[in-house]
């Protein structure tokens, strides 16, 4: 049964070097608009459901091309307010083998997401017409104002029935010093309005202080998310714990805490093209999992082979079909389709 | 001694996502022309060979194209006729890893080629003046005025001493419900007709309908070809087995059944940049190790090893040149050249 | 006051040879996806209406990839319908001074659109949800289950109250030999039906069958126009003529024949880049002026501007806002806007 | 004789659309970087003098890339100081015929430039290695610090006996509201330490406030220039009259008011490829003509046409040589040089 | 009546910067080959005509991408042999307006074709295999080695009964100091051997040092190049007459003398967008005219067309058919051709 | 502490096919400038010293595109002759798995710097103001003008007290028919001028002509390498063993031999992007570690770690900075940096 999904969050314009040329060399830029709500949301409304956004772009050309994208990825316009005069930016230059990806972002701080003021967003009337609302620890770092558009729309939604997600992603560079401090009052608001929560062992012990005497991530991760959903009467909880091997191939395992079990995909290892944004892509399959009543094992493997093909194509959203990951769980890799 | 070789069949426009991106996310395309036909007799021509094309294409811009760029790929245009209005088209959108490259074929029933009538071809001038002819099972699968030019063409060639080389290909999205009951009878014929045919196991068994007990793909091989040879009098059968590895490389090893003798290749083992159009590649190997007079096993060495360096060529077409394939067939992969 | 509005037609995929070279030159091509209701429909969209297409794509790659750059021109998914297996597709060289630009279609008849079934649409659910809809004479031309379709829509759309839209477009090749005759049934009982006409004195005569004594395209206009609208019982009919300088620039005089009194815009001279699709502004011009009750003079005006503004766009789709409209309207052409 | 020449300027980083798209229809984004004084002491470089740039970048990859693009334009990286954490940016959007071209800002008040503390600049040391430094309007209306900066600068190479370049090119949207009378005293101070000042009468009446009873462009201009030249202390007084043609040319009329007396170059009339930073290519020339002791005469009219040739230049920073410009006064547009 | 058509020259690797940017702002070039016997050759070759280059080309990557190049150009393998170790080469950046075009040549000197020793052609068997030789004063100007070549084979072909074209085209910067005296007995030879020629007034003055007391073009042409036929026995000369005017258009006047009289086109008058190779698309129109039979007044009016239509052609090689070049003899510029 | 580095040595155009095509399917060429002084002097700038190269270019188009380019790689131009007419240059055909990449020479024989006469260069100007200076193999093999540079300034450098690099790189082509007799005097003068020497135990044996029992590349390394240093008098020998793997990666072994003892790297496997240019990156690290003072140990590791993220940079001319390097030396490949 579809469902009507929102997320709020920040739309990124991604200006990506082609090929594997450094920014000093090169004179070209790709361009796309991402986001991890743009992300998700789009991934949900490809599944079958209706996504749409919750954010704000400028009145300008930037913000209409962002709009003309958004609105390629299936994100209605519903909730798109427009105003302010920036959209945030970000360089992106590919890395090759041995030499990592680099990422340069330019000023988010004053975008139009970001100074939008109180009032901005009517969250009773988005909460009445969505059943799953989605946040991620990302928008949480920006600001008070944002932090209080979002817990506000989590409280509605919430009010009104719906399924409150919220995606931990917790970046060390966005919260400064002390940043563990700052974050977690606020990630514990997020945990205690969340229904579905994104998040790994590391969350649980850096940013919410939690204490295990165990070493290996898997054991501190079965001590430590079971005590996570107990204390913030959480329904479900997933992530993944992703490897780099030596050959630059990655591999990821995913996990599902629910009903007090936890679920576990295989462990799948795979070439990447594009890296980034695959996360999002195993969240809309967690998600996409709850909206439809997969059994748990089904979920986190449809999350898993999710995430998995998000590395294989180019630019932040995922863009794989239902029965793509579906087929991408059951065949071995095979010879060209026609 | 250079022979003169004529392939039947028609020109597909290959229509490419650059990249990695899928066609929903491009707004450009590489476009070449190509067909089982073109990379047999322009492999060849590449050998030393005179190659040409026997086929029908549009008079008007997208013809012209076509035209043009057969003729870069040293294809004679003596044989080109032109008629109709399309010409045959498929986009491709390259897969990574995980992720399976994609055909989207348009509309080549209306094609130029494939509504050619009757009369179009003068077989006694073309047998006149090759000496070896290729067809190809997708050719086979279009409709029955195609079938009629085909055998046609056939019987000329043979008729005139020349040599008839048929590749079974079966495609069986291209012959529909109850394919191998529709196609066995123009099989049958094609073989009574062919000198070297191009095929495996799977083809005796599906196509031809026969039988074995045989488990492993080597036994059924072994067993089944010599069979088919015997009852069609063919003198060379020649073809391949393709595995997919876990890392995606590819491994093919060549087998050629001539003189109630099996000979194989090495199995090889590479990197795959564009596996379309690969399995021309060999036939054009096997073609010219029979032309030229090579000894069985270094026809069926040379015809893998320029099977292998197809799936390193852009596009559809082999691009290698005698001395490249000759050089890797003995050395080790080597640094720049220069 | 946004009305919504739909337009029935079929969706091309136009295939550009970038920059000035030849089909036979180049290696690459430009895509994207037009036809006169995507045009109109998206143009209105812009201009603040809520559009959608009535249309049929196929359930595969290209569909999707053409449904994809609709949704970016914001029109609805709700009345695109998936079915059939092939998009309509056109190559376009452009031209360069002396050298006129050149289209060469590739097979549109077994397209989708072309090839939907009786019943593929819900004429009664759409005209319930739309004020307006929008055919054209190329449609007309394609095949009588699309002339179906396109009079039982117009029929349910008058039935509930709304506004048909007829651009008369006819097309030579498409209606083959004595095509005047087989057209004009058709495009008669396409005039009964409508409320706004695009047509000028060359549809009266050719198409219509109408005579006059008079020789100026002027006189011929004023003479026939008047009588149309009155034999058809047509409220709004309107139109332009095009004139090339031997300079290469376009002037364009557009007109509106309305409560039996002729409005005409100034005559407009302007460079072209892209004239493909600008007579599509110029129906979005009128529908828009007449749906936001513009005084007839201003709606010729900003339908002669939009029309302008159309040659200098990338594409057939207009791309220009209302207040790039009224700006052009109004001033010379300025320097660089920062 | 070659001078060494400074500019103090924010560095811009130019995102341009390629060919005639809009944003919200392209992917793709050429980029360099510019900026009023990297475009005047780079075409001072080009001319044979020593140019570098006084200004303040991130260290980071885009500022690694603004570096490297500035070194290639001949600027010396001495005192390019890195600190900050962006780069200012804006979107350009080339324009066809009647569709004006568009510039949109992001965010340039966080540039490293624009935050650039007190006591960045050691204004002593650069005062001492060098004979010219110039500024602009449009760094003037950035904030206080930057105002600070360039004042201190300007004061401290005229206590050194350097010569002082000012260019007005007030832009009302970084002014705001009542811009002329914040921005008055601002530009008084530097007119006061100005040798050569570029500028025309609608400065000198907007700007300054200075009344004329005087209707038409040049007689407004010939009453004022003098005026301003008297009240401030400026030897030299330079500007341009550009008027747009309605077939979209440009036409061109440099002045030059020196020792009491104006200097015009002839009106040139050209096609127009890239309008951005043309006005700086002027500037450079006045300057050039001045430190190599050319007769005024030679020096509008080499000014004029090395205007003229900026705008037929890729990007905004003037690219031609002293002779390229010399022959451009000199003789009609040629055919292909070779 | 088809002939077959040789041209003996250098093939020319054109390295072209992308736009309008000057190869120091660029990264890019786009590559083609060309060359004054390859454009005649090809351009009789799309007229109906068999054609062919006589040349040498270097038996690596770079002569086989020329070998390709020409083939796909229709020129037929025949005559170009395989030797020596380089292909010439040129960069070219586009002007714009008042900015011409400029070409820098890299080394020509050393190329196959300037080092290929005596003997490399078998000028008896090609003067037995074709009706047609052209020649260019570019070639005369290289070395002796290759005027020998070149001398042996027009004498060949005029022993066997061939036509003898030679273009005079002298280049002042490849004949050096003393340029007229040292060329001067090289025209002699190739015009007392030649039958139709491509030269004008000034060639007769310059290179054949005549004299004359005319002073505008048209009396000196009407004068002198009678005088010329008379001198040297041939029996057509035809040549154009260039301008260029102030909106950078390009007249072209093409004249014809034959038995006596003179044959004049039209002034043709129009936008150019890639001047390069358009003299050569004239002399192709000429010799198409005289070997089909034309009478003289349709030949001169076909060579200016082909040499109008070739200016907005990208790249030195004429690309526009017969039906083409007849098209814009008789018709104003038209709109899209659909 | 930052050291004054020059090298001396051709600038070469790099023109490379983009993507995996062939020079003979493409029509497109990336290009920049290189050659082993352009990478180790512009390595060692990024790393903080001052870096020149002593070179002669042409003075036109292609030369001043040279020059743009270097000085963007930070190549202070003090040095950089202008003469002659050409640039060296090569076209680059990227390779796949088991099809080489391909390097095809145009002429550089006639190069600018190949013809550079007695005198260009100022040598005792130049050994004032470097501390170092590098040489190369390649240069040395050019002809006897260019050698008669090279020694003078290897000369001056050394009298002045300054340091001389030497890379023996012998390329066989260029040295022709019994080139390691022709070779041996030139390299022995060089080796008695040099105090850091790039090289390995096959130049020892083949170029110096020395003799070894031992079987085994590090038996013969270790037993011959010393015995250069005795002989020649150098400081130190590094250089590199590479093994090419067969999934396409390489490995790479660092040594440097210094005060009678030899220092190894770790052996480094890595996939290559682009492998030209690498061994001057490893280079660079030798000379940056002995510049700085560096312990050996660190200095092959940096000097290793620096080749090996010299393959995984598009362009001949390594771009990692010291910290790039100091990081790959010490952690597992790495997630996106952002």
Redesign the interface.
Same mark, same amino acid.
């Given at each position: 049964m579809a469902k009507r999904i929102a997320a709020f969050g920040e739309v990124m314009m991604r200006?990506q070097v082609?090929?594997? @040329?450094?920014? +000093?060399?090169?004179?070209?830029?790709?361009?796309?608009f991402s986001g991890t709500g743009v992300n998700v949301a789009s991934a949900l409304a490809r599944f079958g459901h209706t996504g749409c956004l919750v954010t704000t772009l400028p009145a300008?050309?930037?913000g209409?091309?962002a709009?003309?994208?958004l609105?390629?990825?299936?994100l209605a316009p519903t909730f798109m307010m427009r105003g302010g005069?920036?959209?945030g930016?970000?360089?992106l @230059?590919n890395?090759?083998?041995?030499?990592? +990806?680099?990422?340069?972002? +330019?000023?988010r701080? @004053?975008s139009s997401f970001n100074t939008a003021p109180e009032g901005t967003y009517d969250v009773e009337a988005i909460a009445k017409q969505v059943d799953v609302v989605h946040f991620c620890g990302i928008t949480l770092a920006m600001n008070d104002t944002v932090r209080l558009h979002m817990k506000a729309l989590a409280k509605a939604v919430k009010a009104h029935g719906g399924t409150v997600v919220f995606d931990c992603n917790y970046r060390p +560079?966005l919260w400064g010093q002390d940043g563990y401090e700052k974050a977690k009052p606020h990630y514990e608001d997020m945990l205690h309005l969340a229904d579905i929560v994104m998040m790994n062992e590391k969350d649980a012990m850096f940013v919410l202080g939690m204490n295990t005497g165990k070493e290996t991530r898997m054991e501190q991760l079965t001590e430590l998310i079971p005590a996570v959903a107990a204390q913030y009467g959480i329904t479900v909880i997933a992530g993944t714990h992703?490897s780099?091997n030596?050959d630059?191939t990655h591999s990821l395992l995913g996990f599902m805490y629910k009903n007090q079990t936890f679920f576990f995909s295989q462990k799948l290892t795979?070439?990447?093209?594009d890296?980034?944004g695959a996360g999002d892509a195993y969240t809309s399959g967690i998600v996409h999992g709850e909206a439809s009543g997969f059994l748990p094992e089904k979920t986190v493997g449809f999350a898993a082979a999710a995430g998995?093909?998000a590395?294989?194509?180019?630019?932040d959203t995922p863009?794989?079909s239902e029965s793509?990951i579906l087929r991408?769980m059951t065949e071995?890799?095979?010879?060209? @389709?026609?």
């Open positions: 200006l082609p090929g594997y @040329e450094l920014l +000093s060399q090169a004179g070209r830029l790709n361009f796309s300008n050309a930037v209409d091309a709009a003309a994208y609105r390629k990825l299936s005069n920036y959209v930016m970000y360089f @230059e890395g090759f083998g041995a030499r990592p +990806s680099r990422v340069t972002y +330019s000023n701080l @004053e +560079s992703r780099i030596g630059n795979f070439s990447v093209y890296r980034i998995m093909l590395h294989t194509i180019a630019g863009m794989s793509d991408a071995a890799v095979g010879d060209v @389709e026609r």
